[in-house]
């Protein structure tokens, strides 16, 4: 059973006047990290062994004999054997005690089951417990359902391999490194059979996953990631910002395209597969005719949120696009988090949130600074579930 919201508001009574901010070591942990000092709150960061270095050491707080400090801006680590651990309930007591506010990011919601975060896992979340299910696509009710209620543009579903008549995207988890896509295309149901049995010989997708991967029409265009940010603490009219877009560098994808197309040609049978590993982000603008249209599908997606999935999206999501010929953006995958590509304007920010709040302001900041107003107001029930 769901922990009840009314369980999650009560924790907060014994909370510290200043809460911490906690997120995952991975993904964008080092915004979270980087916005939460700049707004004077301490950053936690939780970590599996061997993978902490990081955090632990390059990015670690350092102050000088004054206490003040000098670099750095991951104030505490706390490290696990593997990442599912931080929800054992001594952990979870752990948190608490410390005053956690946890911020959600793909790797919380990929290394600890969701039944585990939905179910027992009694730490107040900065957003929308509720909605990190609708991520996964083999859910009944996942991200589309809640597009086609918005009335927001999606890719064309395709039912199965033999009903493939275009280009189209086959999408699934990678098989070695869950957190990444196994994703690959197919303009036929051949295509279809002779890439799958490549990707699945060389161990890069999983006979389980293929059977229930989504097939969809492949959208023709330059990706958007929209990294939207709402707050309840104000005004509905005022609650959507547009904090900052980026884009995606996926391997060996990129790699591909940046050869001459008799060069692609020359590479193995089996290079010439690309995968869609993402590897890192680049920061981008839209042309403003277009941001009108970007806002219309921000709220129409805040709106169907707060019907289906009370109290709604809170927070920080991405909503990541393709833009076709005449600047329509076509919704492919959504974040109903902080997205994975906020690290690029981190500490200088990004022009639509600086343009907002005059000064630097990165969606990890944006964060620390609805946590620090909700404290201060007593509100913090608001922002967290």
């Not at 369980?7 to 080092?30: F, K, N």
């Not at 979270?32 to 939780?46: C, P």
């Not at 995207?169 to 295509?191: D, M, N, S």
Request: net charge neutral; with cysteine; aromatic share 8%.
């Amino acid at each position: 059973m769901p922990i009840a919201s009314t369980d999650i508001h009560r924790l907060l009574e014994a909370y510290p006047t200043v809460p911490a901010v906690g997120t995952v070591g991975s993904h964008s942990a080092i915004d979270v990290a980087d916005g939460a000092v700049a707004e004077g709150l301490t950053s936690v960061v939780l970590t599996q062994s061997g993978r902490d270095a990081t955090y632990a050491r390059y990015f670690r707080t350092l102050r000088d004999p004054a206490g003040a400090r000098r670099r750095g801006c991951v104030d505490e680590v706390w490290d696990y054997p593997k990442f599912a651990d931080l929800a054992t309930p001594a952990s979870q007591e752990r948190l608490r005690k410390r005053g956690v506010l946890l911020v959600p990011n793909r790797a919380f919601s990929s290394y600890v089951p969701l039944s585990t975060i939905e179910s027992e896992f009694r730490v107040p979340i900065v957003g929308s417990r509720a909605m990190l299910r609708i991520e996964e696509r083999s859910e009944r009710d996942n991200y589309y359902g809640l597009l086609e209620t918005a009335g927001i543009p999606a890719p064309r579903a395709i039912p199965s391999p033999e009903a493939i008549d275009r280009l189209a995207i086959v999408k699934l988890p990678h098989a070695q490194r869950r957190l990444e896509r196994g994703f690959f295309t197919a303009a036929t149901a051949e295509e279809y059979r002779t890439k799958s049995r490549a990707l699945l010989a060389r161990g890069t997708i999983a006979q389980d996953d293929l059977a229930h991967a989504r097939i969809e029409e492949y959208v023709l265009g330059p990706v958007f990631n929209f990294n939207f940010f709402f707050s309840p603490l104000v005004p509905r009219s005022e609650g959507l910002e547009l904090l900052g877009v980026d884009e995606r560098r996926e391997s060996n994808l990129d790699g591909m395209v940046r050869l001459p197309a008799a060069q692609q040609l020359e590479l193995s049978e089996s290079d010439r597969i690309p995968e869609y590993t993402v590897v890192g982000h680049g920061t981008l603008t839209v042309r403003e005719s277009i941001l009108e249209e970007v806002f219309k599908i921000g709220e129409a997606f805040v709106d169907a949120a707060r019907a289906r999935y009370p109290p709604g999206i809170l927070g920080a999501f991405c909503l990541q696009t393709c833009l076709d010929h005449d600047g329509r953006p076509t919704v492919f995958d959504v974040a109903a988090r902080i997205g994975g590509g906020t690290n690029v304007h981190l500490a200088i920010g990004h022009p639509y949130g600086n343009a907002l709040y005059r000064g630097p302001m990165s969606t990890g900041r944006r964060i620390a600074r609805e946590i620090r107003i909700a404290a201060a107001e007593g509100r913090l029930s608001e922002i967290v579930t």
